[in-house]
């Protein structure tokens, strides 16, 4: 790649935000958004969706590795707070693959629970911004100034307990492979602006 294919690809990296319906419910779209802008990110593709589940079924990976870390890392949390968790007892699963497959359940069944903010990003390093502007996922680790760390509160032990996932207000993609994906999921070529 030539010098001026590098610098078009790196201020054209794109990347995926979902708000999710707990911020959609709460009005802080515009906040949210306006972060992003101020950032100086450009917005390529934006629009409101009820996820169905088999849109969140292919969103969320199915690979034993990713179901496994969402069991494992409830557990994880769970050490961390000095709780107990039995699995067999409390989740009536055998081991944290089980887990993560309920885990993995109750996250596509809030994200079908209500609208979504689909959001197309654009600029220099935006996944790597996106995630630093959105803050850790669980909100009580997310340093204030962040998304999360200023507007969400819900603790994961709860939300385990009530069996749902935390309520964290956005999906941010994790990496440049999993932002293509995501984006080919989410919206069609043509609804994407150059």
């Not at 067999?88 to 079908?112: A, H, Q, S």
């Not at 803050?135 to 939300?159: C, Q, Y």
Request: positive net charge; proline residues 4%.
């Amino acid at each position: 790649m030539n010098r001026e294919g590098l610098i078009n690809k790196i201020k054209k990296e794109r990347t995926l935000v979902l708000i999710k319906p707990d911020g959609v419910e709460r009005g802080l779209v515009g906040e949210i958004i306006s972060r992003f802008e101020r950032a100086g990110l450009r917005i390529v593709g934006l629009g409101i969706v009820r996820a169905s589940k088999k849109l969140m079924d292919k969103h969320y990976p199915k690979t034993k590795a990713w179901v496994e870390n969402l069991g494992n890392n409830m557990l994880k949390t769970a050490e961390e707070l000095k709780i107990k968790i039995d699995l067999k007892r409390d989740y009536k699963v055998n081991n944290t693959y089980e887990l993560g497959l309920k885990i993995r359940e109750w996250l596509i069944n809030y994200m079908c629970s209500g609208p979504i903010i689909k959001i197309a990003l654009e600029g220099p390093h935006a996944v790597q911004t996106v995630r630093k502007l959105v803050g850790k996922t669980i909100p009580s680790m997310a340093e204030p100034g962040t998304i999360r760390g200023d507007f969400s509160i819900d603790s994961p032990i709860l939300a385990n307990l009530e069996n749902r996932p935390v309520k964290n207000l956005i999906h941010a993609s994790g990496n440049q492979q999993e932002a293509e994906y995501e984006l080919k999921l989410w919206f069609k070529k043509d609804e994407l602006i150059d």
